[in-house]
């Protein structure tokens, strides 16, 4: 069974980075069985999609964030990391750290993928 | 971006009632379509995935169905414990996008 604990600063300067950390519990996040996504929740943007990492490292961003955005991961932790630079108000939210699991359809070209796990969500705020 | 948009934006319904939540993409996904399930102060958990797929641990009332550009999530007897916000989601391309979200409430 896994478990995912995201931790950090709840309060972030205005200009100043955002950085947070997932615990996982469980499965190792270097497995190829799974990969690894981050998603943020606000009152005015709903759920919004941040970015993933694979088991091997490789990422993919949010285009919207990408300029100021790094996902990464700790092996040796069993941790992953999202530090998005350059913060506004507009980046204050639930943000939230999950597990990403394939479906494999017969006939399609790709499996679906799917938040299976997530953690509690840690709220962030942007404010001087 | 793929646009995901929901309807309706929230709904009040009885205990026992058929619920029925509409999906529309804004450009075919195929069946790369997930459903949540999100209750106050707590993170969204997966109800359907691929459309139709009913995550294990998920009572038999809620039913994913479609493929394209439009979905429906149908909770057959409506349980007070499904009070809750829903949202899908397209898993089809990046950057991967949340539907607005359906409240429902229970009479």
């Known amino acids: 069974q896994v478990q995912l604990q995201e931790s950090g600063p709840g309060l972030v300067r205005p200009s100043q980075t955002l950085s947070l950390t997932c615990t996982v519990s469980?499965?190792?996040?270097?497995?190829?069985?799974?990969?690894w996504s981050w998603i943020r929740q606000s009152a005015g943007k709903g759920l919004e999609w941040i970015g993933r990492?694979?088991?091997?490292?490789?990422?993919n961003y949010n285009p919207s964030l990408k300029s100021r955005l790094i996902i990464s991961r700790d092996t040796s932790n069993n941790q992953l990391s999202l530090k998005l630079s350059s913060v506004t108000a507009s980046d204050t939210g639930v943000y939230y750290c999950a597990r990403v699991a394939s479906h494999y359809q017969e006939g399609s070209g790709y499996p679906v993928g799917y938040l299976d796990s997530w953690g509690q969500g840690i709220l962030v705020t942007v404010s001087s | 971006d793929i646009q995901m948009t929901q309807s309706p934006s929230s709904l009040s319904a009885s205990v026992g009632d058929r619920v029925t939540i509409t999906c529309r993409a804004s450009?075919?996904?195929?069946?790369?379509l997930n459903w949540y399930q999100q209750k106050p102060g707590k993170a969204p958990q997966v109800l359907i995935y691929a459309a139709s797929s009913v995550q294990s641990g998920v009572p038999s009332r809620f039913r994913g169905t479609g493929s394209g550009t439009e979905f429906t999530l149908t909770i057959s007897s409506l349980q007070p414990e499904d009070s809750a916000t829903y949202y899908c989601q397209q898993s089809w391309s990046t950057p991967r996008t949340f539907g607005g979200g359906t409240r429902v409430q229970i009479k």
């Open positions: 990492i694979y088991s091997d490292g490789a990422t």
């Open positions: 469980g499965p190792s996040i270097s497995r190829p069985t799974y990969y």
């Open positions: 450009q075919t996904i195929n069946t790369y």
